[in-house]
């Protein structure tokens, strides 16, 4: 019962939690592709103002999101120096023998905006689709592997019983981790030692009761005959509507009319 | 004289201002004195867990106080150390269980304490003897080669070691066998004798009938009841409320007067019920001999 | 083909660390007949999970023979077969739900059998409903309470149509009103629907309403007989069992010149006969 955590589906009635997951994936994918393609301002402004609209129509928690994005501040941040420092160019800023150029500070400024795009992107898809959904939607892609002979379903098979287990997995940490902290473990110790030992005390126990489950769910799979097969009840449930095909359209036009556009501007 | 546990308006929410907002507890009032037993009742997340979770310091007051052994829980200093004096055992603590020894598992909590290795390995041996595991070399087993009810006992133990003065027990019977269960009593009623404090929570009255002096009833975040077992059997509508899984004595005579037989109902074992029922039936035989 | 389980002389080793041999069942024989409410009762650690896992073909003995509807279980050319006609309910309700959603994990059995669209379809809509675990439908199992859970776990196994049922503790982790709920629901599979059952538990009072019980003590039969009969036995106290407390005013009352007929099984049922009576 903790709080939020980022990246959680959240549950919504808003257009773009009813599209397919299929249409979100191949969204995302060419959000992705064009963001990874394009070096234009404009465009990646457009696209990150488009993603904010997005967030807010499904109704997402916006200053949450921001403020997780906060918390990768120094991963964007080093980005950023690496690319200042690493881009030949014109030096605006000299240090011992190397020197952050004009260059690599626009292409660094251009990969965060691109850095965080993407993150936008991949927490609207994760926020407004049940992991089920989501699984079923990779494993529909994936289906044209099974005919090369390679094991899809069973891919699929782990794919969903880690969404399964996720929830269980965090909630049984966070008991463990209170128990512990019952018979004195100090997680907030200063010694890194301590810090070290406590957190032992956390995944040992995790990963046996891991291990037993594990054991656990091959014996309740085995008991109900499992074999390789394609989840049809679940196959079934995929359904394109109307405005799956608006959704589609929307970002075909945005990607394919945008790119050229942007590189065109140029 | 205040109790060793003191609860005053304490509410709680988690996750505040999402959308998965939960009022967990709402106003709660309770207080414990020092030697009683309290049984803490109520259904699957009526805030049980969260209500004990308070009395160590795992959880600290949003709203309201909460005083353990005269310690103000709400103060981050003090409430850091609160698991010295009240010991939440978790349920299935077997599941818990981490060091390489039986013998170390037990004495991580004493160690944590910081004390002399000497006193530690007292403690150790004392609180194994409590839990009934007196076998040599028990303690230089690997607790993976015990079994699942030889496991529970070694992490009780491993609470007991630290010796809390309240020790607070989340459902410690569940899954154990009669021999388990009676383990647990076991340690319950030597806590008693020694005028110690105790609170646990329990789904069953006929598991702690025979151990309990009061009992709270939690239900949506809300104390709907408080006070003496003899009280809640005077109150039928509680009762029936709430599954309790009552001791099949009560349920027998229970049974009998609702179909309007005068029948004692304060009696404590199945004899006694048999007992009455055979009484009742020479009573009505007597009565169809003489129809006067 | 005979129809029923049959246990051979059947014993069970298992390697502890490859270096001792330890039995955890010895030559243990019985049958169980179709139709049948069988308990199987015994203390932590008397063998009562390894025999669940013979009769559903999960393990094989290491001597002796286990049938079931005639089938050898240790032919691997009949283990689909077995594992379809032997239903299994094991006791963690979490560690036995495979499916993100409550739909998908009843049709897990069904699916792996390769039935048809249609037929998979109907038979979650009846698991479902017998069940009672409309609402809960699209949930996650996460979601559910133990007593859900295991509610989810039973209409998964059920779906597949078993003819035996075989449930390891199911109960052992559940409140008392999703035991009784759990408890109910069996009851009414095997007189509605003809399942046979065998309820696997360490608590006597679970046992109440089985037609015949077996009583395991370290990997051997201890006991065998009705309830009536296997609670009239003292040696039931050596293995620290008590009597359930129906039985035990059953006996006072019968040495008191009271007689209580043999179908009664449950408290509600021995009052109403004592009420008939007075």
Redesign the interface.
């Known amino acids: 019962?903790?709080?939020?955590k980022l990246g959680q589906y959240?549950?919504g009635d808003s257009m773009v939690h009813k599209l397919d997951p299929r249409t979100k994936i191949i969204c995302c994918t060419l959000a992705v592709i064009s963001v990874m393609v394009s070096i234009n301002w404009y465009y990646l402004f457009f696209l990150l103002l488009l993603m904010v609209a997005i967030i807010i129509s499904s109704r997402l928690?916006l200053k949450?999101i921001l403020k997780s994005m906060y918390q990768i501040k120094t991963f964007l941040l080093i980005t950023l120096l690496f690319q200042a420092f690493l881009t030949p160019g014109q030096a605006v800023l000299t240090i011992g023998t190397i020197s952050m150029t004009r260059e690599g500070l626009i292409l660094g400024s251009i990969n965060i905006l691109r850095l965080i795009i993407l993150f936008m992107c991949s927490l609207i898809l994760l926020m407004t689709t049940?992991?089920?959904k989501l699984?079923t939607g990779i494993e529909y892609f994936l289906q044209p592997l099974g005919k090369l002979n390679m094991p899809v379903h069973n891919f699929t098979t782990i794919l969903?019983?880690s969404?399964?287990f996720l929830?269980?997995l965090f909630?049984?940490a966070t008991?463990?981790k209170?128990?512990?902290?019952?018979?004195?473990?100090?997680f907030d110790s200063p010694q890194l030692m301590v810090k070290i030992k406590s957190y032992?005390?956390v995944v040992?126990?995790l990963f046996?009761?891991s291990l037993?489950?594990a054991a656990?769910?091959g014996?309740?799979?085995?008991?109900?005959?499992?074999?390789s097969?394609p989840?049809?009840?679940?196959m079934?449930s995929l359904k394109m509507k109307g405005q799956d095909v608006l959704a589609l359209l929307f970002v075909s036009v945005i990607v394919l009319a945008g790119v050229p556009i942007s590189i065109l501007m140029k | 004289m205040p109790g060793v546990i003191e609860i005053d308006h304490l509410f709680h929410t988690?996750?505040k201002g999402?959308?998965?907002e939960?009022e967990?507890l709402k106003d709660i009032a309770l207080s414990v004195d020092q030697g009683e037993f309290l049984g803490l009742f109520g259904p699957n997340g009526s805030g049980k867990s969260t209500l004990i979770?308070h009395l160590?310091g795992?959880i600290r007051p949003q709203k309201g106080s909460v005083t353990v052994c005269g310690i103000d829980a709400s103060n981050p200093k003090l409430s850091r150390d609160l698991?010295?004096n009240a010991?939440?055992?978790?349920?299935y603590?077997e599941?818990?269980?981490?060091q390489i020894s039986v013998y170390d598992e037990v004495a991580?909590?004493p160690r944590?304490?910081k004390l002399p290795e000497a006193t530690v390995k007292e403690r150790v041996y004392e609180a194994l003897q409590q839990v009934g595991l007196i076998q040599e070399n028990i303690a230089h087993l690997p607790p993976?080669t015990l079994s699942g009810g030889m496991r529970r006992r070694v992490a009780i133990a491993?609470?007991l070691a630290?010796q809390p003065e309240i020790l607070i027990l989340d459902e410690p019977m569940a899954g154990l066998d009669s021999a388990g269960r009676n383990m647990i009593l076991d340690i319950i009623k030597k806590r008693q004798e020694k005028h110690e404090t105790t609170v646990m929570i329990s789904h069953s009255l006929k598991e702690i009938m025979t151990i309990t002096d009061k009992i709270a009833i939690l239900d949506s975040g809300c104390l709907v009841f408080n006070g003496k077992v003899k009280d809640l059997l005077n109150k039928p509508e509680v009762l029936a409320q709430y599954p309790f899984d009552l001791p099949e004595y009560l349920q027998i005579v229970y049974e009998f007067a609702d179909k309007g037989f005068d029948i004692k109902t304060n009696i404590s074992s199945i004899r006694e019920a048999g007992e009455e029922i055979i009484k009742l039936q020479k009573e009505l035989e007597q009565l169809r001999i003489s129809p006067a | 083909m005979s129809a029923g389980i049959e246990v051979v002389n059947a014993t069970k080793q298992y390697n502890v660390f490859a270096l001792e041999k330890i039995d955890a069942l010895r030559d243990i024989s019985f049958s169980i007949r179709k139709g049948e409410y069988v308990g199987l009762l015994g203390m932590n650690g008397s063998g009562k999970s390894t025999l669940a896992?013979l009769i559903?073909g999960?393990l094989k003995p290491t001597e002796g023979k286990v049938y079931i509807n005639g089938m050898d279980t240790a032919d691997p050319a009949n283990m689909?077969e077995i594992?379809?006609l032997v239903?299994?309910v094991?006791q963690?309700p979490?560690?036995?739900?495979?499916?993100?959603?409550v739909?998908?994990e009843i049709?897990?059995?069904p699916?792996?059998?390769?039935l048809p669209?249609e037929e998979?379809?109907r038979r979650?809509d009846w698991a479902i409903h017998i069940c009672g675990l409309e609402e809960k439908r699209q949930h996650?199992?996460?979601l559910l309470s133990g007593g859900q859970k295991q509610m989810a776990a039973l209409a998964?196994?059920l779906a597949?149509l078993p003819e035996y049922l075989v449930l390891d503790e199911p109960t052992s982790m559940l409140d008392p009103q999703s035991r009784r709920m759990l408890l109910k629901q069996l009851y009414i599979l095997n007189q509605q629907e003809g399942v046979t059952i065998i309820l696997i538990s360490h608590n006597p009072e679970e046992l109440l309403q089985t037609d015949r019980l077996i009583v395991l003590d370290q990997g051997s039969i201890f006991l065998e007989g009705t309830p009536r009969e296997v609670y009239a036995n003292a040696k039931l106290k050596d293995l620290g069992l008590d009597a359930p407390s129906l039985y035990q005013l059953i006996d006072q009352l019968e040495l008191n010149q009271f007689s209580v007929p043999e179908s009664i099984k449950s408290i509600p049922e021995l009052v109403k006969h004592i009420c008939q009576e007075l």
């Open positions: 019962m903790g709080g939020m959240i549950y928690n949450f049940t992991p089920m699984s969903s019983i969404f399964r929830p269980t909630e049984e008991i463990i209170n128990a512990q902290k019952s018979r004195g473990s100090e032992a005390a040992i126990p046996e009761a037993s489950r656990d769910l014996e309740a799979m085995d008991s109900r005959c499992y074999t097969h989840n049809q009840l679940r079934n | 988690y996750a999402s959308p998965y939960v967990a979770q160590n795992l698991w010295k010991g939440l055992v978790f349920q603590p599941h818990q269980i981490f991580y909590g944590n304490l993976v491993g609470m630290i | 896992r559903n999960l689909l594992r379809r239903g299994m094991f963690n979490d560690n036995q739900l495979i499916c993100p959603i739909e998908e049709a897990f059995g699916e792996n059998l390769e669209l998979i379809r979650v996650a199992p996460h998964s196994v597949m």
